[in-house]
């Protein structure tokens, strides 16, 4: 997630030679190679593209900056005005950019590892506009509750945009794409299905329309007691959870077959090989593995120690064999 990379020290050499962090993202061959890393280095199944969820807005004619030490700055959008200057991105330089990554890691991949491309929630994205930066939600929420046409607006114009920006990953070469709502969970039950559940179920009708035989991730974030209705109400195939999340009783609410993904808490990952391996197994044990993605349930913090990794894969490995 947006934490990916910055654990490793390969990571950061690549980054410092790319210059800005949108440098990077926009950089194919760059960005190809910080994808690939982790999978040198572990025994992993599936590797997720180097971009980030604010490409779109990006794309859309949005200002964007990463700012050292703050993380996202972005021009806002808080009035129908403000959203006559955006514009689709579809054949922007930015979306090409992510779509020459993509096939570029594809064709270095081996076939038996899976490619994940992805993209944000209309809700978290538009969150970011609405706010121009990461750290505040309120007046985005403030929106919401009054259920201001623009805001409306703004959701479809991320629905158009994120169908065409997942459909370009898949014809690159991605296996599957994940949607990530990083801010769902702080949507009260009134706004949920409106701002979480569906926008995504009209960006999944979308992209299944083109590409009806990709599965779809998606991770409500802090869904928690909502991630059933989001697996039944937008029509993906597989659910990513927080670590706040029960899976026993995710598994008592989901019908056979849905697949859940993540789930680990990532602070663990800062305490001892005994009591990760220990963590790893019990999730394991409550989720069974032909229907669980084993992952974090958010970003790797930069502290990690790349070494802590191994141990979780081992003891993925070994919980499975036994
Ligand atoms: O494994 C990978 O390489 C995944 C690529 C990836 C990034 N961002 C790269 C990134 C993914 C999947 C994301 C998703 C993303 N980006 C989300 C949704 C998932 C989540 O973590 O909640 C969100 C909300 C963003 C927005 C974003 N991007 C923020 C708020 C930040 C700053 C974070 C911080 O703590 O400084 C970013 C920057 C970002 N995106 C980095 C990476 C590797 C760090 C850039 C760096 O400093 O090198």
Known sequence: MRQAGRYLPEYKKTRAQAGSFLDLCYSPDLAAEVTLQPLRRYDIDAAIIFAD????????????????GEGPVLETVRSTSDLARLRTGFESAQFSSVAASVSKVRSELNRSISLIGFCGAPWTVASYMIEGRGSEREYARHVAYQREPWLFDLIDRLVVSSIEYLCLQIEAGADTVQIFDS????????????????????????VKARH???????????????????????????????????????????????????????????????????????????????????????????????????????????????
């Open 53 to 68: 969820i604010l490409i779109v807005p990006h794309a859309m004619g949005n200002g964007l900056s990463f700012v050292e």
């Open 183 to 206: 801010w769902a969970g702080e949507l009260t039950d009134e706004l949920f299905g409106e701002f979480c559940v569906e926008p995504i179920r009209k960006i999944i009708l979308g």
């Open 212 to 322: 009806p035989d990709v599965p779809i991730i998606v991770f409500a974030k802090g869904a928690n007691y909502r991630h059933g209705a989001v697996y039944s109400e937008t029509g993906c195939q597989a659910l990513g959870v927080e670590a706040e999340c029960s899976l026993d009783y995710l598994r008592s609410i989901l019908p056979r077959g849905a697949v859940v993904q993540g789930n680990l808490d990532p602070l663990l990952l800062l305490c001892s090989d005994e009591i990760v391996s220990r963590q790893v197994a019990k999730i394991v044990k409550s989720a069974p593995m032909e229907s669980h993605i084993f992952n974090l349930g958010h970003g790797i913090r930069p502290q990690t120690k790349p070494e802590i990794l191994t141990t979780v894969v081992k003891a993925v490995r070994h919980a499975d064999n036994g």
